[in-house]
């Protein structure tokens, strides 16, 4: 237990320093073939790279001629609730580096319930250097000499690397590096960063890591996806215990299920029989999981989009009949916070007096203000919105106001902040990452904005907000500003009207997310970067904008941008007869506040960085 004690002091450590909390790379590939000499583990898309797929039965023989199948850790008498699974070799240079490192993570954990299992998938290393190194790092769990790759193939690998966490239904939760202490071009003394760490404590917590998946700098493999064993392979017996129930859990039970926003539960078998026209329906359309960013080299950490081969199983299943399969293969259930996801609040606010929601029609906004009291300076480091009636939210902003001037009497002024905390459907919290945090006036007044959609049913809500407070200042405050344009005229009957706006960036700003806003003549919006030498990047492209959604979009990896770049913001909008959403086709439309109305806002979330 010491080892273990000892990883957890270096992971609490880390993310009590500052400086070291984030990685602050931008590049997104699964494996750069460009860019800078120094290269550490970089964020791709989780779902795209088998996380939170079933990994195959595989059987393998270790180097002592005992025979295997995944499936038997959780079995043995051991009954391991973790599988990890690192890749290693005796030849690449970072991966040497790691052994001794892996041997402590396996000295910290082998003995709570955390099994191990170290894979050389490197054809030409001899079985005399492998001994070796077993040897010399004290590693005690099987070793396998993988030389057909079957291993590798089945788990999507693609460094030397690479490790895998598996809890006991098979269930890949997270692959990626070890940590960031090693990479191409550098070596820390210590690692900020602690990925199989926390993954390992998620999973024994049952729990979904902070970070699903990362690149792994490490010698490039040439596993051939397309061969049979692959994890990227659309099977040919999907059934629903295999495959679907993890998509659906994966993709869908954060609203479908009882206590959640969305209209119907999805959470066993005979809820997905019922709603089957509709989930072919949805994911043929693309309007579910929702998600409306269009691909492209920016990665974002809540990116929702629902990966081709998941399409592919989940409508080739339907037309096999839907199959159940064996209950066996099932994956663990999935637990949800049913009062706070950002832990116990050090504060809450709460609407004074419930409010009612008709059972038919459109509602205006409500707007409410809730004081704080605090009588010094506060700094949040997680806030959430918690409405009662999630079936009928549709939005809530919480803005920021001075209290008002006692030798006046006005109320003090909004926060140029441009709103504070919101909630849309399916995201309701927002975790700073470690050293940041926004700022809370002295007597400040929380503004809140409520909108709801009637549902057939009246019922009422009294909506909170929660906030965990920093223990001191932090080293960078979040601040949140709209690219706004707000003297637009829309003329009657266009259908691809655009508005832009910009911002000059007069510092070095890190950019942490990304909220497009327009109303329901809305129809696509995307954000640009015009550099210091005139180039121009798009890190954002929204094709098919839906104010039903309004989704922030967190950058996986904090953006970058140098001072003298320019933010530009442009949005398009249908004000034709063709948008079945249209008020009033006839009408040129301008700014207001009301969904009758118009509004063109590109909200940015970002710290200074001088």
């Keep these: 237990m010491g080892s273990r004690i000892r990883l957890l002091n270096l992971l609490t450590l880390a993310l009590c320093l500052p400086g070291l909390a984030s990685l602050n790379l931008t590049a997104q590939a699964a494996e750069p073939v460009s860019g800078p000499v120094r290269q550490g583990p970089r964020s791709i898309n989780a779902a795209k790279h088998g996380v939170g797929r079933l990994i195959r039965d595989v059987a393998f023989t270790d180097i002592t001629g005992k025979k295997h199948k995944l499936g038997d850790f959780a079995k043995s008498p051991s009954k391991s609730k ?32 955390v099994a191990f299992l170290f894979v050389n998938l490197n054809e030409a290393d001899k079985l005399a250097a492998i001994k070796d190194a077993i040897k010399t790092n004290k590693l005690t769990s099987p070793y396998v000499h993988d030389t057909s790759g079957a291993l590798g193939k089945a788990l999507g690998a693609m460094t030397t690397t690479d490790v895998f966490v598996l ?56 596993l051939d996806p397309s061969e049979k064993n692959s994890a990227q392979v659309i099977s040919n017996d999907v059934t629903y215990h295999n495959r679907i129930s993890r998509i659906v859990a994966n993709n869908c039970l954060q609203c479908h299920r009882k206590g959640g926003n969305g209209p119907f539960s999805l959470k066993t078998y005979k809820d997905v029989m019922a709603n089957k026209g509709m989930i072919s329906s949805v ?28 399409k592919a199983d989940l409508q080739s299943w339907f037309k096999a009949g839907a199959p159940m399969g064996d209950r066996a293969d099932a994956p663990l259930p999935r637990t949800f916070v049913s009062e706070w996801n950002i832990g116990k609040p050090d504060a809450i606010f709460t609407i004074p007096k419930p409010i009612a929601i008709k ?31 999630r079936q009928v939210v549709h939005h809530v902003l919480v803005l920021v106001e001075a209290p008002r001037d006692p030798a006046t009497g006005r109320r003090g002024r909004r926060n140029a902040d441009g709103f504070f905390a919101a909630y849309v459907p399916g995201n309701d919290n927002r975790i700073f990452p470690e050293g940041t945090g926004k700022e809370i006036p002295a007597g400040a007044i929380l503004h809140f904005q409520l909108h709801y959609t009637p549902n057939g049913k009246a019922t009422v809500d009294q909506t909170s907000f929660g906030v965990v407070f920093t223990k001191e200042k932090p080293a960078n405050i979040v601040r949140t500003i709209g690219i706004a344009n707000p003297r637009f005229r829309i003329p009657p009957h266009a259908s691809n009207h655009s508005v832009t706006a910009q911002i000059p960036i007069n510092y070095n700003v890190t950019l942490l997310g990304l909220f497009p806003h327009m109303h329901v003549r809305g129809k696509s919006f995307k954000y640009e970067i015009i550099a210091p030498d005139g180039k121009r990047k798009l890190i954002l492209d929204v094709p098919q904008y839906d104010f039903n959604w309004q989704l922030g979009y967190y950058f996986a990896d904090p953006y970058q941008v140098p001072r003298g770049s320019r933010l530009v913001a442009t949005g398009w909008f249908d004000n034709s007869k063709d948008n079945p959403a249209n008020p009033d086709p006839e009408r040129t439309v301008r700014w207001g506040k009301q969904t009758t ?13 001088r």
């Design 597 to 609: 109305d118009e509004m063109m806002i590109g909200y940015v979330e970002f710290i200074v960085t």
């Design 283 to 310: 994911v043929k359309r693309g309007v579910m999981p929702p998600w409306f960013a269009a691909a492209g080299e920016v990665h974002f950490a809540n990116d929702r989009s629902l990966p081709e081969q998941d």
């Design 167 to 222: 809890d006991e239904a098979r269930t890949l939760i997270y692959r990626g590096a070890v940590d960031d202490q090693y990479g191409f071009g550098y070596t820390k003394s210590r690692p900020s960063e602690h990925f199989l760490v926390e993954a390992i404590e998620a999973a024994l917590a049952n729990k979904q890591p902070k970070t699903r998946a990362t690149w792994a700098p490490g010698c490039a493999l040439a």
């Design 359 to 389: 059972a038919t029609g459109v509602m205006d906004y409500i707007n409410v203000r809730v004081k704080t009291n605090f009588k010094e300076t506060r700094w949040v480091s997680a806030m959430q919105v918690k409405p009662t009636a």
């Design 82 to 113: 973790v599988l990890v699974i690192a890749l290693t070799d005796t030849s690449c240079p970072i991966t040497k580096k790691y052994l001794p490192t892996l041997a402590e993570v396996e000295d910290a954990y082998s003995e709570i319930g």
